[in-house]
């Protein structure tokens, strides 16, 4: 069984920074590919925000690139989101996500709020 533990969030004013963090139990963390995922209140889905693949490639979505960045440390079992030039429209409940792959069933975490003030 996998669980996914986020921890960071918090109230910040815009132009502040916050990291998120991501730590997994269970095996083989290296391997898979790691997303951070967002929903923003009032919003019914979550948007991908940024992925770290098992080689360390990231994507980002539009919305954070060059604010975000993703990373990760496979000797922790911890994914990372270094949040920076926040924003109010960053505000959301920030999840964890492992997609299914391998034959694995896909794993959220609970999320995490980071609420940015204006």
């Known amino acids: 069984q996998v669980q996914l533990v986020e921890s960071g969030g918090g109230l910040v004013q815009a132009g502040g920074s916050l990291r998120l963090s991501c730590a997994a139990s269970g095996r083989g963390f290296s391997i898979f590919a790691m997303d951070w995922y967002r929903q923003a209140p009032g919003k019914q889905q979550r948007e991908l925000v940024a992925r770290i693949s098992s080689g360390g490639s990231t994507n980002y979505a539009d919305s954070v690139k060059g604010r975000f960045t993703i990373s990760r440390d496979n000797a922790k079992n911890t994914v990372y989101l270094q949040m920076n030039s926040l924003k109010p429209e960053d505000t959301a409940v920030y999840y964890c996500?492992?997609?299914?792959?391998?034959?694995?069933?896909?794993?959220w975490g609970q999320g995490t709020q980071v609420t940015v003030s204006s």
């Open positions: 996500h492992r997609a299914a792959s391998f034959g694995n069933p896909a794993y």
